[in-house]
């Protein structure tokens, strides 16, 4: 059972354009959201993360967005640079906390020149 | 700051086999974590640890996964007999506390054959 899901496997964007990538949850205890970037052969790397009382949030380049009615949250990355590809995971938890996370499977980010 | 630091970096082993792996934290770092992620998979915790204290192994196979954190500081995952299906990358991360966000280690890539 997939709690977390990102359906979206990969995206292609060109340099300087918004990379949108979107998450998906079933579990309504999950109330800590957070975003991971990965590159190959390293270990995910945290990038924002936002709670359930806000619908979003923002650092620098970076924005998450939560919909907590339709279950779904979006990392908005604007604009879009060559050093962002990577692949990106969206996790969850409901413990209030970054504790416990539970992971989507991915989505692999492509900045074109 | 060092970051996460985890040994070996690959393995290969037959099926019925052990393997241990190994893992640093960053100094001061209360919470320790080990994830499993498999080939197209999001990672998934399999244990938790606060100090040297176990946390929640809810997720660890323990008929033939186990892991200790002597003294709070390292600690080592082992997995004994090793079967086909625990070919994966295994990481570490380590956090100040429950409430922080994780620092992953750059993993363990173990091939069972």
């Known amino acids: 059972d997939q709690q977390v899901k990102q359906n979206s496997p990969s995206l292609s964007v060109q340099e300087g354009r918004i990379s949108i990538l979107n998450c998906d949850y079933t579990n309504s205890m999950f109330d800590y959201f957070l975003w991971y970037k990965k590159y190959p052969a390293e270990g995910p790397t945290f990038l924002i993360s936002?709670?359930?009382?806000?619908d979003k949030n923002e650092d620098g380049r970076f924005t998450v967005f939560l919909n907590k009615s339709a279950k779904h949250l979006s990392l908005h990355i604007v604009p879009s640079q060559p050093g962002d590809s990577a692949v990106y995971f969206c996790a969850a938890s409901e413990a209030g906390t970054a504790s416990k996370l539970t992971f989507g499977t991915g989505t692999r980010l492509q900045v074109t020149l | 700051e060092a970051g996460v630091a985890q040994s070996p970096r690959y393995k290969i082993i037959e099926k019925r086999q052990s393997v241990a792996f190994w893992c640093n934290p960053i100094?001061?770092?209360?919470?320790l974590y080990w994830y499993q992620q498999i080939l197209g998979q999001g990672p998934k915790l399999l244990i938790q640890?606060?100090?040297?204290?176990?946390?929640?192994d809810s997720q660890l196979p323990k008929d033939r996964f186990s892991a200790e954190r002597l003294k709070g500081v390292d600690s080592t995952l082992k997995i004994q007999p090793a079967k086909l299906e625990d070919s994966a990358v295994y990481l570490c991360?380590?956090?100040?506390?429950?409430?922080?966000?994780?620092?992953f280690g750059n993993g363990t890539r173990l091939t069972v054959t």
């Open positions: 100094s001061g770092h209360a919470t």
């Open positions: 936002i709670s359930s009382i806000k």
């Open positions: 640890f606060q100090n040297n204290g176990v946390v929640d």
């Open positions: 991360a380590s956090s100040w506390d429950r409430d922080s966000p994780l620092h």
